[in-house]
């Protein structure tokens, strides 16, 4: 198994050349037309991360899926490693966290900047979103 995280620049984009090419990757009705808005399906991942029309997810893929979406245009890995339990996280975060353009990428949709919010007394209180969109169980 293989841990990414993956990055969408355009995900309208990439959802019309799945739908041309790749229709099987999209959740489809019962009577197998493709579900809108479309959703990628198919492989383990976290619920993704969406601004504007950039994407990000935490995805598992089995070694042939692995190989099949680093073949697809529009996808860019911004991490990977092959899941060992415990502390593959790290090391898919780590590839993303010590490059500074994975990590512009990462930051133009998963906004890590802290904020101030009404703590409902009058007053505020500053909310830092963690480093991580999100995890797959067990990594």
């Known amino acids: 198994m293989i841990d990414a995280i993956l990055y969408v620049a355009d995900y309208p984009a990439l959802a019309q050349y799945l739908s041309l090419n790749h229709p099987e990757l999209l959740r489809q009705t019962d009577q197998g037309e493709i579900r809108l808005p479309p ?58 966290f010590d490059d500074p353009d994975k990590l512009a990428k990462y930051d133009s949709v998963y906004d890590r900047t802290p904020r101030e919010v009404d703590d409902g007394q009058g ?6 979103p963690p480093d991580r969109f999100g995890v797959v169980a067990g990594a």
């Open 123 to 128: 007053g505020v209180i500053t909310v830092t």
């Open 39 to 96: 959703v990628i399906d198919g492989f383990a991942r976290t619920k993704s991360v969406q601004n504007g029309s950039a994407v990000l997810a935490y995805a598992r893929f089995r070694e042939a899926q692995a190989a099949q979406w680093r073949g697809i245009p529009g996808i860019e890995i911004l991490g990977e490693a092959e899941f060992t339990g415990r502390g593959t996280a790290d090391a898919v975060y780590g590839q993303v």
